[in-house]
């Protein structure tokens, strides 16, 4: 790799430890080329120690992708909690739940299919790494589920098995949408979303609900 091309990938002096900011680097590598273009020695470069150096920290490529993963999904799982509205009902909440997921998904391609549609060593698999939070986005939106549930809104069922039909609706229409199969601008593909989604979860709430 160029110079110039490790520039852009400098190391971020607010990262702390070099942990931190190997995952910082390989994190960006990915967002901007896809989970492919990050190896040892080109995250290695722009951290500016070397490939071994590296392996001290994560034994493998796989881990520090892992790593990675785990770093994305916070992020994500933040950011929605973040911007959901703090008074707003369980209905203004799932919608904004979905905007915060179209809004990584579109706006965060590589990371988005790298942490939702790749196969790669180490995935969560479904449904035993979703329990107990173990799944930072996806416990968000089996919060919402649960308190569904709870509140009458939804038909007593099993929290992450729902809440798995509910997300699963957009990450299909998602992935079409990024492979180019879906004939729509932006705005109208997220319209598109809003109405799926709630198809799904109108098809779900309790008889007094409905």
Not at 36 to 53: C, E, F, I, L, P
């Amino acid at each position: 790799m160029s110079p110039a091309g490790a520039a852009v990938y400098a190391v971020n002096v607010n990262e702390q430890g070099t942990a931190a900011r190997i995952v910082a680097v390989a994190e960006r590598i990915l967002r901007d080329e896809g989970a492919d273009a990050v190896s040892m020695r080109r995250v290695g470069q722009a951290v500016g120690v070397t490939a071994m150096a590296i392996y001290r920290h994560y034994p493998s490529r796989e881990a520090l992708l892992r790593a990675v993963a785990d770093r994305g999904a916070r992020a994500l799982a933040e950011r929605w909690l973040r911007h959901a509205p703090p008074c707003g009902g369980l209905e203004e909440r799932m919608s904004a739940a979905l905007d915060g997921f179209l809004d990584f998904a579109l706006g965060d391609p590589h990371l988005y299919r790298f942490l939702i549609l790749d196969a790669w060593e180490g995935v969560r698999r479904f449904p035993e790494d979703f329990r107990d939070g173990q799944g930072p986005p996806f416990s968000v939106v089996t919060a919402l589920v649960e308190e569904g549930m709870r509140t009458g809104f939804l038909r007593a069922d099993d929290p992450l098995e729902v809440a798995m039909t509910v997300t699963s609706a957009t990450q299909g229409l998602v992935q079409q949408y990024l492979s180019g199969r879906i004939g729509m601008d932006e705005a109208d593909f997220r319209a598109l979303c809003h109405r799926s989604t709630w198809r799904v979860v109108n098809g779900l709430r309790s008889k007094t609900e409905a």
